[in-house]
Antibody, heavy 120, light 107 residues
Framework: QVTLKESGPVLVKPTETLTLTCTVSGFSLTNSRMGVSWIRQPPGKAPEWLAHIFSKDEKSYSISLQSRLTISMDTSKSQVVLTMTSMDAVDTATYYC????????????WGQGTRVTVSS | DIQMTQSPSTLAASVGDRVTITCRASQNIGTWLAWYQQKPGKAPKLVIHQASTVEGWVPSRFSGSGSGTEFTLTISSLQPDDFATYYCQQCKSYSRAFGGGTKVEIK
């Protein structure tokens, strides 16, 4: 059974850096045909794709946010980490990680999401 | 960047109705399109990928079609469990934008 679970702070202050961790099970991060995406969804709005990683050398970022994002993976821990710098109130959202298939480029299994609020 | 536009944004329908949701891409994406269903407080769930390939958990009343820039998601006979918000997503380019969503409500 494939599961993904996001963890990280519930509240961050403006200008701070957000670090989120996605811990996966049921599939291996060493399988280069599968990777992990991060997607966020502000309250009442559509999801927004942020980044994905298939291996330590194969990463992609949202064009509009790439200067603020870093994605990495630790295969020994089955974890993918996303950092986002210079957090602002507009970054308040539920952040999801999801498994992505390289062939179809779709996210077929999602975590439950973690709500992040940016406020002083 | 490829932009995705869904219509309508809200749809009121009754159980048993045939429902069609449209998604348009700002440029040709072939069949690189996915549809997701989202219920309140839950993560989106993949319904269809490659424009018309239905996921295993999805009832046969769901179907997808289209290619290029225009796509549709059809529910042939709406059931109570289908009331949700549906999003399309282009999967062609790495900045894989979602549409704005279509909320299917009870009439």
């Amino acid at each position: 059974q494939v599961t993904l679970k996001e963890s990280g702070p519930v509240l961050v202050k403006p200008t701070e850096t957000l670090t989120l961790t996605c811990t996966v099970s049921g599939f291996s991060l060493t399988n280069s045909r599968m990777g992990v995406s991060w997607i966020r969804q502000p309250p009442g709005k559509a999801p927004e794709w942020l980044a994905h990683i298939f291996s330590k050398d194969e990463k992609s970022y949202s064009i509009s946010l790439q200067s603020r994002l870093t994605i990495s993976m630790d295969t020994s821990k089955s974890q993918v980490v996303l950092t986002m710098t210079s957090m602002d109130a507009v970054d308040t959202a539920t952040y999801y990680c999801a498994r992505i298939h390289k062939g179809s480029m779709v996210e077929d299994s999602w975590g439950q999401g973690t709500r992040v609020t940016v406020s002083s | 960047d490829i932009q995705m536009t869904q219509s309508p944004s809200t749809l009121a329908a009754s159980v048993g109705d045939r429902v069609t949701i449209t998604c348009r891409a700002s440029q040709n994406i072939g069949t690189w399109l996915a549809w997701y269903q989202q219920k309140p407080g839950k993560a989106p769930k993949l319904v269809i990928h490659q424009a018309s390939t239905v996921e295993g958990w999805v009832p046969s009343r769901f179907s997808g079609s289209g290619s290029g820039t225009e796509f549709t998601l059809t529910i042939s006979s709406l059931q109570p469990d289908d009331f949700a918000t549906y999003y399309c997503q282009q999967c062609k380019s790495y900045s894989r934008a979602f549409g704005g969503g279509t909320k299917v409500e009870i009439k």
